[in-house]
């Protein structure tokens, strides 16, 4: 099998985790404090995934300068999308805790996919990059990817549904990330193979700073609406859970 093919499959393997997370939210019916639950634990996963698998490699490979670049920019980059989103009616931030509009809860969920493309392309562009010199996919950082990706797509999806969104729409949109994330490990792969490091290094820092930006703007709000004095806890649980499978891998 040609390298860049594999890559592709295991940036599809990625994804699809975000697909799974929706089919779960879509065919049962989830109770909004567990989707709360979940969120906050992807949220703890989604950030120890940025510390350890992303901004510690990217600086050690390519430099705090490149690093901070990328960082800061992934950050901007979802943040203004966001602010786009919410201009155009799409607010995530329930105006009521006990009767979101559906304005609000499909905003939210659109949000969340919105940093799942952000922080997904870049993520499998490193899954791809990790093939290269003959080296296996990076185990720790696939894992993460997995565990994270799951609650985000049961979260989103949650939100969607409960908004209206016919199934059409919905897993359009999770399987067009899940596509878009396959293509760009294979891309990754093809195009980055004798890339500087630096280079490198901004785009995984990219993928941390979208992270960051959509889990302190849209996770942990939407999960303290639920989950309340559980969400630290719950959080606590996935940063501990992604940190130990960094290091056991």
């Known amino acids: 099998m040609a390298q860049w093919v594999e890559a592709g499959l295991w940036g599809l393997a ?7 997370g929706a089919l779960v939210a879509w065919f049962l019916r989830v109770p909004r404090d567990v989707v709360a639950v979940v969120m906050a634990f992807g949220a703890g996963v989604l950030t120890a995934a940025a510390a350890f698998e992303l901004v510690d490699e990217a600086e050690r490979t390519g430099g705090l300068l490149a690093t901070s670049a990328g960082f800061a920019g992934g950050a901007v980059v979802y943040v203004l999308t966001n602010v786009l989103l919410a201009r155009r009616g799409a607010r995530h931030r329930k105006r009521s805790r006990d009767q979101p509009s559906e304005s609000d809860q499909a905003g939210s969920g659109t949000a969340i996919a919105v940093g799942a493309l952000l922080d997904g392309v870049p993520e499998s562009v490193v899954l791809g990059v990790s093939l290269l010199g003959g080296g296996g996919v990076g185990a720790a950082m696939l894992a993460a990817v997995v565990i994270s990706n799951v609650p985000e797509g049961l979260s989103s999806v949650a939100g969607m549904k409960a908004a209206g969104r016919g199934a059409g729409y919905v ?13 760009a490990a294979a891309l990754g792969n093809v195009l980055l193979d004798g890339a500087s490091p630096q280079l490198v290094a901004v785009i ?46």
């Open 14 to 20: 990625g994804g699809g985790a975000l697909v799974l």
């Open 171 to 183: 897993f359009g949109v999770w399987g067009a990330i899940a596509v878009a994330g396959g293509l």
């Open 204 to 249: 995984t820092a990219v993928a941390a700073g979208a992270i960051l930006a959509m889990v302190a703007d849209t996770m942990i709000p939407e999960s303290f609406e639920r989950a309340r004095l559980y969400t630290g806890l719950c959080l606590t649980a996935g940063f501990l859970t992604a940190f130990v499978v960094e290091r056991l891998g």
